[in-house]
């Protein structure tokens, strides 16, 4: 949501407030032996999701005439408020049990990654004036990420690749002026945060059931876990490996 370049506004008040919520699920489970091949199984899911909120120019640019900028003058006590959120919700799964031996440095590989990003800002030359009112702008990211892998049945004389299981939770906060903007309020007041209710306030952390007890249990923003497969120990063979990343 944005107030654009060149755009005047007069009222009471403004309040800009863009939203995403976006969960993406990659999953295989039990899948044929032909369909994995020679190249074992590789489940990836990936979000890159951005909200924006903005007064002005977009971001990385500048206004097409410096003497014509964005403009919002209001006159209640509500001020202006500028809030941008996204909320996160990435899941990988592979369950490949029941999956037979796979030929030689074949394993599998099992990815989740969050990279949603939120931004409030004032654009290029944009000017804001609320009296004795607040200004606020908010950026807001809730992410999580958990990559849930199995490794398929191994043989030393094959060395199989075993699991590999990555989670990744990278979010992106911004709150800034571009340049030759001004702000004239009572407050004003810049703020972001990551995986919390408010600043300061209580941590969000995703549940899930890694267990399989159909348990929801509280796990890290970025969680990640490994079942190995039958044989998943022998001399040769490389098990599991799990990487978090937050």
Same mark, same amino acid.
């Given at each position: 949501?944005?107030?654009?370049?060149?755009?005047?506004?007069?009222?009471?008040?403004?309040?800009?407030?863009?939203?995403?919520?976006?969960?993406?699920?990659?999953?295989?489970?039990?899948?044929?032996?032909? =369909? #994995?091949?020679?190249?074992? =199984?590789?489940?990836?899911?990936?979000?890159?999701?951005?909200?924006?909120?903005?007064?002005?120019?977009?971001? =990385?640019?500048?206004?097409?005439?410096? !003497?014509?900028?964005?403009? %919002?003058?209001?006159?209640?006590?509500?001020?202006?408020?500028?809030?941008?959120?996204?909320?996160?919700?990435?899941?990988?799964?592979?369950?490949? #049990?029941?999956?037979?031996?796979?030929?030689? @440095?074949?394993?599998?590989?099992?990815? !989740?990654?969050?990279?949603?990003?939120?931004?409030?800002?004032?654009?290029?030359?944009?000017? &804001?004036?609320?009296?004795?009112?607040? &200004?606020?702008?908010?950026?807001?990211?809730?992410?999580? $990420? &958990?990559?849930?892998?199995?490794?398929?049945?191994?043989?030393?004389?094959?060395?199989?690749?075993?699991?590999?299981?990555?989670?990744?939770?990278?979010?992106?906060?911004?709150?800034?002026?571009?340049?030759?903007?001004?702000?004239?309020? @009572?407050?004003? $007041?810049?703020?972001?945060?990551?995986?919390?209710?408010?600043?300061?306030?209580? $941590?969000?952390?995703?549940?899930?059931?890694?267990?399989?007890?159909?348990? #929801?249990?509280? %796990?890290?923003?970025?969680?990640?876990?490994?079942? +190995?497969?039958?044989?998943? +120990?022998?001399?040769?063979?490389?098990?599991?490996?799990?990487?978090?990343?937050?």
């Amino acid at each position: 949501t944005s107030v654009g370049d060149g755009a005047i506004v007069r009222a009471g008040s403004l309040r800009l407030d863009a939203t995403t919520t976006t969960t993406v699920r990659a999953e295989a489970f039990n899948i044929g032996i032909s =369909a #994995l091949g020679g190249s074992g =199984a590789n489940v990836e899911a990936t979000d890159t999701t951005a909200a924006n909120s903005y007064v002005g120019p977009e971001l =990385a640019t500048t206004a097409a005439d410096s !003497a014509d900028p964005t403009s %919002v003058v209001t006159t209640g006590a509500g001020g202006v408020d500028v809030d941008a959120t996204a909320t996160s919700h990435v899941r990988a799964i592979t369950f490949l #049990l029941g999956v037979g031996v796979l030929a030689s @440095g074949v394993g599998t590989d099992t990815d !989740a990654t969050s990279s949603a990003a939120a931004r409030a800002y004032l654009g290029h030359l944009a000017e &804001i004036d609320t009296g004795s009112a607040p &200004i606020t702008f908010d950026a807001t990211v809730v992410a999580d $990420a &958990i990559a849930d892998g199995t490794g398929v049945a191994a043989s030393a004389a094959l060395g199989a690749a075993g699991a590999t299981v990555d989670a990744t939770v990278s979010p992106v906060t911004q709150v800034l002026t571009v340049g030759g903007g001004r702000l004239a309020g @009572g407050t004003v $007041a810049m703020r972001s945060w990551v995986n919390v209710t408010n600043p300061g306030g209580a $941590a969000i952390n995703p549940q899930y059931d890694y267990t399989g007890s159909s348990a #929801l249990e509280t %796990v890290a923003p970025a969680f990640a876990t490994v079942v +190995l497969g039958s044989g998943g +120990l022998l001399a040769g063979v490389v098990a599991g490996r799990v990487t978090t990343t937050n």
